[in-house]
């Protein structure tokens, strides 16, 4: 079966490839500037960096609103341990939730476990890029990959 890429995401890969190094532990390494600089297509690393930073404060400040929100309504529902919610930015997502209290187990030290130690106000925040979802072009890329893999294998 011979899937089919997007010309996009081939000619991308191809400007990456030669930026990807491998160490003898197998751990892959790449310069953040040329590789920001291979993938950004039309767009400007500038407008890439003032995206990244303004992505990065719409969840800071959605984070902290979302906490603050959680914090009065759980206030007003004491039966209530914690809230969730999301919220999109174009096809990715940001997932928030926000418990009441969490037990975290004790620290051992000594081979003695310490008492556990409850904290309050947990908020947890997530961003899902819909690019990491097994969808899509990123289904086709990983088909391909493992065919790659099948045939280095004898299969």
Do not use: C
């Amino acid at each position: 079966m011979t899937i089919k890429l997007n010309d996009a995401t081939i000619a991308t890969a191809e400007l990456v490839k030669p930026l990807i190094k491998i160490d003898a532990n197998g751990v892959a390494s790449i310069d953040d500037n040329e590789w920001l600089e291979a993938v950004r297509g039309d767009v400007s690393v500038e407008e890439l960096k003032r995206v990244h930073d303004m992505t990065s404060n719409a969840v800071h400040a959605t984070s902290l609103a979302f906490g603050e929100v959680a914090t009065e309504h759980l206030k007003k529902n004491k039966d209530m341990n914690s809230v969730s919610g999301s919220v999109n930015l174009g096809k990715d997502k940001i997932e928030f939730g926000f418990e009441r209290s969490k037990t975290y187990p004790g620290m051992v030290k000594d081979g003695v476990k310490g008492d556990d130690v409850v904290k309050h106000g947990i908020l947890t925040t997530k961003y899902v890029a819909q690019a990491s979802n097994n969808v899509g072009e990123l289904k086709r890329v990983k088909g391909v990959l493992a065919e790659r893999m099948a045939e280095l294998a004898g299969k």
